[in-house]
């Protein structure tokens, strides 16, 4: 039977928006932060005055405690918005994240001082949590198991676009009419994106587009709906191995991938190792290797872990083979704070990135694989927020330990945390199963229009 997958493969194009503007919005500070005048304006320094090494020093440590604020916010917040997408679904809760994070993106642009854009930070980690409990729950609502892996591989690919765009378009933006206009421009893409979810996102159960053929698809390997429906307390969901499983795995890998988004483009312009140094006017170009090379991994990751279904493999073999070769692609990442090849460097952080764009697709799709779909996105919230965690201890000292020893520790903690994440994921699980729910008699089903 030929099954026509318009409807949700258009829905899946929104999702990758959603999550391409996402990006954008967190990613422009990592790029003002090169710029000179944004770096005298933080730390109180008169524009014609020289900037020491001292002041950029302690910029850099500054800029950790920054990045803190955010991930602590992101942390809880994940917590939050997947709890209440669960409750009040994925078109309002979402509609609300994106509406919080635009505007608080777009408050960087008043900042006038480290202590105005710490609250800023944090106010858009709040929004900004939204993204993947709605983006993991929209996918487990709207594709069949088979295909999970592949869909979130491909919306995730929407974090790399979101730094390719960030990369070409804010250095543009700051160099032509100053970093708040960065913000600014950035902040408003939410608003469009807020108006195209809000038309266009409605469940398969009530979307007026969606074909009978592709809805008897997208629910062709469903639980009872009985169970799938069956609203799970959140403190129930700690007392399952499988989530403890997709945390543990969350807070091993989110750090560094946070780690790669605040500090690389000050690791290629300032760097000792390297033999060329980029500033705003070169920076553009690796970073559309590095992010575009990310994308093809989380693609290819995504369609690897399906095709090994499609193989005939059971589940827990599919995506624990998948996490492992992804976590021994990042073990060469230690050497590139040791080279002196600008070239050198990115294939091998581009190889890291690709790699962890794959185990953040695998990963997502453990919600969706093991839990029922009224739980997903609660179960995405909390590994979110286990991994900002994470995210916020590397980033209290990443600014210290890049000032006081070099990336080399840095680069060390990346190349290994995702092989010890992967053993303490298979010694939590042994093996992958859907949790075990009591049947229920009696099923209410909440509404998503």
Same mark, same amino acid.
């Given at each position: 039977m030929r099954i026509h997958p318009s409807?949700?493969?258009?829905?899946?194009?929104?999702?990758?928006?959603?999550?391409?503007?996402?990006?954008?919005?967190?990613?422009?500070?990592?790029?003002?932060?090169?710029?000179?005048?944004?770096?005298?304006?933080?730390?109180?320094?008169?524009?014609?005055a020289p900037l020491t090494q001292a002041v950029s020093n302690e910029f850099k440590i500054q800029m950790g405690y920054v990045d803190s604020a955010f991930k602590f916010t992101?942390?809880?917040?994940?917590?939050?918005m997947g709890w209440? !997408? %669960?409750?009040?679904?994925?078109?309002?809760?979402?509609?609300?994240?994106?509406?919080?994070?635009?505007?608080?993106?777009?408050l960087h642009a008043l900042a006038g001082s480290l202590g105005s854009l710490r609250w800023f930070r944090a106010s858009l980690g709040i929004g900004e949590a939204a993204n993947f409990p709605a983006a993991i729950k929209t996918v487990a609502e709207w594709?069949?198991?088979?295909?999970?892996?592949?869909?979130?591989?491909?919306?995730?690919?929407?974090?790399?676009?979101?730094?390719?765009?960030?990369?070409?378009?804010?250095?543009?933006?700051?160099?032509?009419?100053?970093?708040?206009?960065?913000?600014?421009?950035?902040?408003?893409?939410?608003?469009l994106l807020l108006l195209a979810w809000w038309k266009?996102?409605?469940?398969?159960?009530?979307?007026?587009?969606?074909?009978?053929?592709?809805?008897?698809?997208?629910?062709?390997?469903?639980?009872?709906?009985?169970?799938?429906?069956?609203? !799970?307390?959140?403190?129930?969901l700690l007392t399952f191995?499988?989530?403890?499983?997709?945390?543990?795995?969350?807070?091993?890998? %989110?750090?560094i991938w946070w780690f790669y988004l605040t500090w690389l483009p000050d690791f290629f312009n300032s760097n000792e190792a390297l033999d060329q140094k980029l500033d705003l006017k070169t920076i553009g170009l690796p970073f559309l290797v590095i992010y575009i090379v990310s994308d093809v991994g989380s693609v290819f990751f995504g369609w690897l872990s399906s095709t090994f279904l499609n193989m005939g493999w059971s589940l827990n073999r599919a995506r624990k083979t998948t996490l492992f070769i992804c976590a021994l692609c990042v073990v060469p990442i230690s050497l590139a704070s040791t080279t002196h090849s600008i070239y050198v460097a990115v294939a091998l952080i581009s190889l890291a990135t690709a790699a962890h764009t794959g185990w953040a697709a695998t990963m997502y799709t453990f919600a969706a694989d093991l839990f029922p779909r009224s739980a997903v996105a609660s179960v995405t919230g909390i590994g979110g927020m286990s991994g900002a965690l994470g995210g916020v201890l590397l980033a209290a000292v990443a600014g210290l330990i890049r000032v006081r020893y070099g990336y080399l520790p840095l680069f060390i903690i990346a190349s290994s945390s995702y092989l010890i994440g992967w053993c303490l994921i298979h010694w939590i699980l042994p093996t992958m199963k859907k949790v075990e729910l009591p049947p229920v008699l009696e099923v209410s089903h909440p509404q998503d229009y």
């Open positions: 409807v949700r493969w258009r829905i899946l194009t929104l999702l990758f928006a959603a999550t391409t503007i996402n990006y954008i919005d967190r990613n422009v500070l990592s790029f003002t932060m090169i710029d000179v005048g944004f770096k005298k304006e933080m730390m109180g320094v008169a524009q014609d992101y942390a809880f917040g994940f917590l939050l209440l !997408i %669960d409750r009040i679904g994925a078109r309002r809760g979402f509609s609300l994240g994106i509406l919080l994070w635009s505007m608080a993106a777009s594709f069949p198991q088979k295909e999970r892996a592949l869909a979130t591989g491909l919306f995730n690919a929407g974090a790399n676009v979101g730094i390719i765009v960030t990369a070409l378009l804010v250095p543009f933006l700051t160099l032509r009419f100053g970093w708040r206009a960065s913000f600014l421009v950035t902040g408003s893409l939410g608003i266009f996102y409605h469940k398969p159960e009530n979307h007026p587009a969606l074909k009978d053929r592709e809805r008897i698809h997208i629910q062709s390997d469903r639980d009872q709906l009985s169970i799938d429906t069956q609203k !799970i307390p959140w403190i129930q191995r499988q989530t403890w499983a997709f945390a543990v795995g969350k807070f091993m890998a %989110d750090p």
